[in-house]
């Protein structure tokens, strides 16, 4: 499958020169799985698109003409990834906002990643960055084009058997993958990041702490050290296009047990919230 592309409606491949999200980062993106023509919590990546947009001060692109324009490239994919991308357009030289925003919009499909099945039941190696997250809480938990954080994290390891990474702020505290959101689970207890300084709130995210009630466990969102990661029973890393996969091990340490995110996992793929790897 060739990727599409749609740039302010228009099939194209290229962007003006003097696009802020070239420049300066300046913008937004969500990535979104598509399974059996089904756009998975669609509607969930288009409010945090919102939010993201109130944040950095983008003007709001109509929800509906998004959806269209999604709509119209995914007619005859079973599976596959959409990317949606909103800038804040074109501005010359100088970080100062231009008065008249007209904020680009560019919409990308691509074929779905191939990872391995066995990701999601019998987990994955990880590592512990060495890179730490800059804690900034007004960027924090929105999806900007600011990627270079984890450009440098990821670049920590090319060992094909490692499959994420876990990186943690400057304070030490434990924040995210480099692309996932992380979960740890102790007595019945779900625990995940305080996200109010660094990091993405992510979709599925989200979607385990509303639903961590309903599936048999307390929920709590803290500030988690290493220690406290380490000594916990099950770990688990959670995006919108791996759905979840168990952690085996960070390093040297070694997590035997996934029965409980199992069932967590199950749950999400029953309610059409992670795809169905």
Avoid at 148 to 163: G, H, P, S, Y
Avoid at 246 to 267: G, R, Y
């Amino acid at each position: 499958m060739a990727t599409r592309n749609l740039i302010n409606g228009k099939v194209c491949e290229q962007i003006e020169v003097f696009d802020r999200a070239l420049h300066y980062g300046d913008g937004l993106f969500e990535t979104i799985a598509i399974q059996n023509r089904k756009i998975l919590c669609f509607d969930e990546h288009l409010n945090r698109l919102e939010k993201g947009c109130e944040k950095i001060k983008i003007p709001i692109t109509d929800k509906t003409i998004i959806k269209n324009e999604v709509s119209s490239l995914i007619d005859s994919n079973d599976r596959a990834v959409v990317k949606i991308i909103i800038s804040r357009g074109q501005g010359g030289r100088g970080y100062k906002i231009p008065e008249d925003i007209e904020p680009t919009r560019i919409i990308s499909l691509f074929p779905w990643p191939n990872y391995s099945d066995k990701f999601s039941t019998s987990g994955i190696k990880t590592k512990l960055c060495n890179y730490r997250y800059t804690n900034n809480p007004v960027l924090a938990g929105i999806k900007h084009l600011n990627r270079l954080e984890q450009v440098l994290a990821r670049a920590e390891w090319n060992d094909k058997t490692i499959f994420e990474g876990i990186v943690m702020d400057s304070d030490n505290y434990v924040i995210e993958g480099t692309m996932s959101n992380i979960f740890c689970i102790l007595d019945k207890t779900l625990y995940t990041p305080d996200l109010s300084l660094c990091g993405i709130e992510g979709i599925v995210r989200e979607k385990i702490i509303n639903l961590a009630d309903k599936l048999g466990f307390k929920i709590e969102i803290k500030k988690i050290t290493l220690d406290f990661l380490l000594n916990a029973e099950e770990i688990f890393m959670c995006n919108s296009l791996i759905g979840i996969w168990p952690v085996n091990s960070i390093d040297k340490k070694v997590f035997l047990e996934h029965k409980e995110t199992q069932k967590i996992k199950n749950k999400l793929i029953e309610y059409n919230f992670i795809p169905k790897l």
